[in-house]
């Protein structure tokens, strides 16, 4: 849609795709969240639990966001001008490259107040927890707790800005990086409900792979084969 978007109370739960499982909004001049949550949706691709991608300003209240998993953006992906998010709670969310629980790409402004952000697990990329990062204007952090967060750089929270930074009250407590503390029951707890399924998928993309392969080899010529 390219007009201004708002969402209130909804529920995305259990539901599989290789991007945005739960939610996808792009293309908008500006959105409000309210109420959302997501719960135990599977990418195989990237974002689990939502991506919103825009030019305009985003709010978002009162999210929960938790047991969500993909190779990237496992929570949320949020992508616009100026972006607030208050409230709510990431948890559980797993991701094996990037951004755990929650990733904000800002143009003009970021600030998260009052949101917490527990066991979320970012992989072999930054933000376990929360990741965060302006072009320019402020970013500011507020009331936040941020922890058993894990991930290979700010396995609580990673934050940038090209402009100011102001961050306080922020509650952080056993986050890592690597493998980080309880990561390895978190992601099995996380990944368990939807194992089957994931697996399912995987065969699928393997079968598909050997008939191309197969198909590929009967086209070859002699001239392909030559050392």
Same mark, same amino acid.
């Given at each position: 849609?390219?007009?201004?978007?708002? $969402?209130?109370?909804?529920?995305?739960?259990?539901?599989? !795709?290789?991007?945005?499982?739960?939610? $996808?909004?792009?293309?908008?001049?500006?959105?409000?969240?309210?109420?959302?949550?997501?719960?135990?949706?599977? !990418?195989?691709?990237?974002?689990?639990?939502?991506?919103? /991608?825009?030019?305009?300003?985003v709010s978002i209240a009162? *999210?929960?966001?938790?047991?969500?998993?993909?190779? !990237?953006? *496992?929570?949320?992906?949020? /992508?616009?001008?100026?972006?607030?998010?208050?409230?709510?709670? +990431?948890?559980?969310?797993?991701?094996?490259?990037? +951004?755990?629980?929650?990733? $904000?790409?800002?143009?003009?402004?970021?600030? /998260?107040?009052?949101?917490?952000?527990?066991?979320?697990?970012?992989?072999?990329?930054?933000?376990?927890?929360?990741? *965060?990062?302006?072009?320019?204007?402020t970013l500011t952090l507020?009331?936040?707790?941020?922890?058993?967060?894990?991930?290979?750089?700010?396995?609580?929270? +990673?934050?940038?800005?090209?402009?100011?930074?102001?961050?306080?009250?922020?509650? !952080?407590?056993?986050?890592?990086?690597?493998?980080?503390?309880?990561?390895?029951?978190?992601?099995?707890?996380?990944?368990?409900?939807?194992?089957?399924?994931?697996?399912?998928?995987?065969?699928y993309r393997r079968l598909?792979?050997?008939?191309?392969?197969?198909?590929?080899?009967?086209?070859?010529?002699?001239?392909?084969?030559?050392?």
């Amino acid at each position: 849609t390219t007009g201004a978007v708002s $969402l209130t109370n909804v529920t995305t739960s259990h539901n599989s !795709a290789a991007n945005a499982a739960g939610l $996808l909004a792009a293309g908008f001049s500006g959105m409000t969240v309210s109420g959302y949550t997501a719960d135990g949706n599977l !990418a195989t691709a990237a974002g689990g639990g939502f991506i919103i /991608v825009g030019m305009g300003d985003v709010s978002i209240a009162n *999210a929960t966001v938790t047991g969500n998993a993909s190779p !990237a953006y *496992a929570g949320g992906y949020v /992508v616009g001008g100026n972006l607030q998010v208050s409230g709510g709670e +990431f948890s559980d969310n797993v991701a094996t490259s990037a +951004f755990g629980g929650l990733g $904000l790409i800002g143009n003009t402004g970021i600030s /998260v107040d009052g949101t917490a952000f527990r066991r979320n697990f970012g992989g072999t990329g930054p933000g376990g927890g929360l990741y *965060a990062a302006l072009s320019a204007g402020t970013l500011t952090l507020s009331n936040i707790e941020a922890s058993e967060n894990s991930a290979a750089v700010g396995g609580g929270i +990673f934050a940038a800005s090209g402009g100011s930074l102001t961050a306080t009250r922020i509650r !952080a407590l056993q986050n890592g990086s690597g493998a980080g503390p309880g990561s390895d029951e978190m992601i099995k707890r996380t990944l368990d409900p939807a194992w089957e399924e994931l697996t399912e998928l995987l065969d699928y993309r393997r079968l598909i792979e050997q008939q191309i392969a197969r198909t590929a080899a009967m086209r070859r010529s002699a001239a392909d084969i030559e050392i």
